[in-house]
Nanobody, 120 residues
Framework: QVQLVESGGGLVQPGGSLRLSCAAS????????VGWYRQAPGKERELVAT???????TYADSVKGRFAISRDNGKNTVYLQMNKLKPEDTALYYCNADIRTWGQAAMNYWGKGTQVTVSS
């Protein structure tokens, strides 16, 4: 059994910062590609950033230069540092990861999300 748990969301003023965490737990052999997604009310879920096991990163154009994704493989945790936040960054942020457990092939998992609200 694998769980992905996001944390670190909250209410922040425009221009502020937040750091989200995505922690994987369970009988984990390895965590491969991890992505942060977000979904605002009335909008489709969109990919925000990804990171490979070797720490290669990609970003949506809307967050380039403001967000940074990183990982701590020893802790099975991925972070999303969000700076210069804008009201349009308001959304439920989800973590998605490809994880291999002991004795099993890799599978794809989703967390339940953490709310980020940017408002004055």
């Amino acid at each position: 059994q694998v769980q992905l748990v996001e944390s670190g969301g909250g209410l922040v003023q425009p221009g502020g910062s937040l750091r989200l965490s995505c922690a994987a737990s369970g009988r984990i052999f390895s965590v491969y590609n991890v992505g942060w997604y977000r979904q605002a009310p009335g909008k489709e879920r969109e990919l925000v950033a990804t990171i490979t096991q070797g720490a290669f990163t990609t970003y949506a154009d809307s967050v380039k230069g403001r967000f940074a994704i990183s990982r701590d493989n020893g802790k099975n945790t991925v972070y999303l540092q969000m700076n210069k936040l804008k009201p349009e960054d308001t959304a439920l942020y989800y973590c998605n990861a490809d994880i291999r457990t002991w004795g099993q092939a890799a599978m794809n998992y989703w967390g339940k999300g953490t709310q980020v609200t940017v408002s004055s």
